[in-house]
């Protein structure tokens, strides 16, 4: 059973104002949170700053795990990942070829490269109607890039269906001949304290250090529009926090009685409207003692469509193959593990 506290996220940002190390503040908000905060976008940064009217800088939960073997690959675009087996990477590449090329620009294909090299770019516009990518005929860094993009746009394009799709295609050869453009992958070392793997990054480029030497903690710099820099880890500074508001009951019951558990108990099952939603849930899901594990989306015979016992639209879906069967009788659970996508079951199985 998963219930859901919360009425829009998942999770509420604490401002800790006691100076500590980050360890300190990473043992601090476990014992009495969540964990040290994570940052999804720029929504979730927005909440971040709206919670503390402090001005200097805070920890936040990210930390740097130097060396290149640990650098990995993400998209810039929040809640676009990464996969090995969906690239367009040019033959012996990445490279890596002049140490440290963290960025990819695209011409044909992919290559790694500095990311202080200077190009063109194409931002992706989720929110106009007509065009959703968008050619900058200005030649700067990838990070400026990025900024620009974020700025003007969404952000730079990320994922193969805004950086390879045919609008891309047309648009990176409307000069008769492919260009050499940025788009929107980077790595780097950085991880998130709970494990997370969000690929939001914020740096205030003035004063980013990129981990070497003792610069190995996160901090946001609340008096600079709230961007990052790093920090030795050993300093001592106020902290954010989060607090999960998912509940995994490990009881097994049926839809009904799980719906009805959580009512009585907390305020609803879950209702997961969109990918962001989907890790927090997966972050509970996995410690389930079930197979599968209810969440608040019923199929309706008379309406002969799916809903959410929230009333939410059901737009975010994430259905295993031959997962959706429109039937009366069936509700969606969660998979345990693997790809923790969503399968109809019937009403009357039990599980957490």
Same mark, same amino acid.
């Given at each position: ?5 919360s ?15 980050w ?22 940064m ?5 919670s ?7 920890? !936040? ?26 690239t ?29 090299q ?27 890039a990025q900024?620009?993009c ?28 492919p ?19 969000f ?5 205030d480029? $003035? ?38 508001k998912?509940i995994? !009951?490990? $009881?097994n ?11 009585l108990?907390?305020?609803?099952l ?5 990918p ?7 972050r ?5 003692s ?12 008379v ?5 959410? !016992? ?6 975010y ?5 031959n ?10 659970a ?19």
């Amino acid at each position: 059973v998963q219930c859901f506290v919360s009425t829009c996220y998942p999770y509420k940002y604490h401002f800790i104002r006691e100076d500590k190390t980050w360890e300190e503040a990473q043992k601090y908000c476990r014992e009495n949170y969540a964990d040290l905060a994570s940052v999804f976008d720029m929504a979730d940064m927005a909440r971040l700053r709206e919670s503390t009217e402090y001005e200097g800088k805070a920890w !936040i939960g990210l930390f740097s795990n130097p060396g290149k073997e640990n650098r990995m690959w993400h998209w810039s675009l929040p809640g676009v990942k990464y996969t090995e087996h969906e690239t367009r990477w040019g033959p012996s590449e990445p490279d890596d070829q002049n140490q440290n090329e963290n960025c990819v620009k695209t011409r044909e294909n992919w290559a790694d490269v500095t990311c202080d090299q200077t190009m063109w770019f194409i931002c992706y516009d989720k929110k106009r109607d007509g065009k959703s990518v968008h050619l900058i005929e200005k030649k700067i860094t990838w990070t400026q890039a990025q900024n620009y993009c974020r700025d003007h746009y969404t952000d730079l394009a990320s994922g193969l269906d805004q950086a390879d799709g045919e609008e891309f295609k047309i648009l990176k050869e409307s000069n008769g001949s492919p260009m050499t453009v940025w788009i929107g992958l980077f790595r780097d070392t950085w991880r998130w304290s709970d494990g997370r793997n969000f690929s939001f990054r914020h740096w205030d480029m $003035e004063l980013f250090y990129d981990g070497q030497n003792n610069r190995k903690c996160a901090v946001t710099l609340l008096n600079r529009s709230g961007k990052w820099s790093s920090d030795e880890c050993n300093n001592k500074n106020p902290f954010f926090c989060y607090d999960d508001k998912l509940i995994l !009951i490990n $009881e097994n019951k049926t839809w009904k009685e799980a719906l009805d558990y959580c009512r009585l108990h907390h305020t609803d099952l879950v209702s997961i409207t969109n990918p962001h939603q989907q890790r927090w849930v997966e972050r509970r899901a996995k410690n389930a003692s079930s197979p599968y594990v209810w969440v608040g989306l019923r199929y309706s015979c008379v309406m002969d469509l799916w809903f959410w !016992i929230s009333d939410k639209l059901v737009c975010y879906e994430n259905w295993a193959d031959n997962g959706k069967i429109e039937e009366c009788g069936r509700c969606a659970a969660m998979e345990r593990g693997g790809r923790y996508q969503w399968v109809s079951q019937r009403e009357h199985e039990k599980y957490n």
